[in-house]
């Protein structure tokens, strides 16, 4: 498995659909998914290029932390439990999965007490099925109304997973309705948020994901293979 060969071509393909989409590549950032993956493995991908890692479980973001370059951009994408806040926040770079008032609230806590604001993304669980976490579209709005007390989050943007599909095209619909709820956010224009990441697109349909306005794409097997 030729990591530095993957990483390669994963920027090719995230350019070539960043340009179809009239946009620059370097509006697009690819978190690369670590999970799984060794050491020796994520520092193989840093060494061809890439800036930002991801993890979806808070043992293993805690394990590889302290042996990851400190200049390399920590992303937690999974689930968060709450009871478990406490151990990334004050490493974490971007929280892309709130996704309940109760992890607001603990993160809140937890934020102050390091003395930091911490960046988060809200999940949105686009295609309501059952078994993903996220806010449902049509109750974003009240959500984000829910956290202006909490002035030790940030909320930066929006996040989604495409249902599990073999054809990326028949998920483009899900991407672009993200992109709509995260422009009319934007143009809601509330104080307390800023819309500027739309978090969204895997192995199986980052390029259309990039098409339809992701600016953060999160890959995995395309970099480091099967898991
Ligand atoms: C595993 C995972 C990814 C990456 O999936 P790939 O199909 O390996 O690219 C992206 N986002 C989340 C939340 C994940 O858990």
Known sequence: ????????????????????????????????????????????????????????????????????????????????????????????????????????????????????????LIQVNVSKEATKSGIYEEEVESFIEQLEPFEHIRVKGLMTIAPLSEDAESVRPYFARLKELFEKIKEGKYNHIDMEYLSMGMTNDFEVAIEEGANIVRIGRAIFGER
């Not at 932390?65 to 004050?90: A, S």
């Open 1 to 120: 498995m030729d990591i530095q060969y993957n990483v390669k071509k994963v920027m090719e393909r995230v350019a070539e659909a960043a340009h179809k989409a009239n946009r620059s590549p370097e509006s697009v950032t690819i978190v690369a998914v670590t999970k799984t993956v060794d050491v020796g493995r994520i520092m193989e991908a840093i060494n061809a290029g890439i800036c930002h890692i991801g993890e979806n479980r808070v043992q293993e973001f805690v394990k590889k932390h302290e042996f990851i370059p400190v200049d390399v951009k920590r992303h937690l994408i999974g689930t968060l439990q709450t009871n478990k806040v406490k151990y990334i926040i004050d490493k974490v770079d971007l929280i892309h999965s709130l996704d309940r008032l109760s992890l607001a609230k603990e993160l809140d806590k937890r934020a102050a007490a390091v003395n930091r604001v911490v960046p988060v």
